[in-house]
């Protein structure tokens, strides 16, 4: 079946504008999580969701930073008032149920350059 | 912090075996993920370690002691599409899959 798909692939804008990534995770998949990779850093943890529990926030790094998962499935990240240092891949990944040890998948990536 | 660390780079001739290391923060700690990530793509799944001991899939191994906050990713008979960066990702035990990355290891292959 399909893995995790995300869009944009790439995003360039400008200083102040407002930017919005989707993430369309495993079908059935209850679990999806966003991340964040800055060049040459590792993977830093921004929101979970998992069915329909209040999401985990404690990872995004400013409140111009907020995602939301519409009827469990697809989630959508939104940057407001981007700032250069917010230019990175932000990664979504989704895993079945979220229960300890189960391996999460990957999406592409969105490459976000803030100009 | 989680304090994952694991060194910054590291080169192994095509052929040859080389262990990556690990450590992390052992106070609630739950399971120990590694994942390949190759330049420009998304990391994918290795291994997963929550007991003790080596754990052993094809040429990959990956080793964890609990007690010690330790781990190793062990790869066997190089080849040159091994090269990529190899995340070491440590589970905390907060009822649900929360993973801290560390920064990963690049791995360069060379003939």
């Known amino acids: 079946g399909a893995g995790v798909s995300q869009s944009p692939s790439n995003k360039v804008t400008e200083k102040g504008k407002d930017v919005e990534l989707r993430c369309d995770p495993i079908?059935?998949?209850?679990?999806l999580y966003w991340y964040r990779q800055s060049l040459g850093q590792g993977l830093e943890f921004l929101i979970y969701?998992?069915?329909?529990?209040?999401?985990?926030k404690s990872g995004l790094p400013s409140d111009r930073f907020s995602a939301e998962r519409t009827g469990g499935s697809v989630s959508t990240l939104t940057i407001q008032r981007t700032q250069q240092e917010d230019s990175a891949v932000y990664l979504c990944?989704?895993?079945?149920?979220?229960?300890?040890?189960?391996?999460?998948?990957f999406g592409p990536g969105t490459r976000l350059l803030v100009l | 912090g989680q304090n994952i660390d694991q060194p910054t780079e590291m080169t192994a001739t095509e052929g040859a075996i080389v262990q990556i290391n690990c450590t992390y923060q052992?106070?609630?700690?739950?399971?120990l993920f590694w994942y390949q990530q190759h330049a420009g793509e998304a990391p994918t799944f290795l291994s997963y370690?929550?007991?003790?001991g080596l754990e052993e899939k094809g040429r990959f191994s990956s080793f964890l002691s609990r007690s010690k906050g330790y781990s190793y990713l062990l790869l066997k008979e190089l080849q040159m599409k091994d090269s990529a960066s190899y995340l070491c990702?440590?589970?905390?035990?907060?009822?649900?899959?929360?993973?801290?990355f560390g920064t990963g290891t690049k791995l360069q292959v060379i003939p």
């Open positions: 990944a989704s895993s079945l149920s979220g229960v300890v040890g189960e391996t999460q998948y």
């Open positions: 079908s059935g998949h209850t679990a």
């Open positions: 969701f998992q069915g329909n529990s209040a999401p985990d």
């Open positions: 052992t106070s609630g700690f739950n399971g």
């Open positions: 370690n929550v007991l003790d």
């Open positions: 990702a440590r589970q905390g035990s907060g009822g649900y899959q929360k993973v801290t």
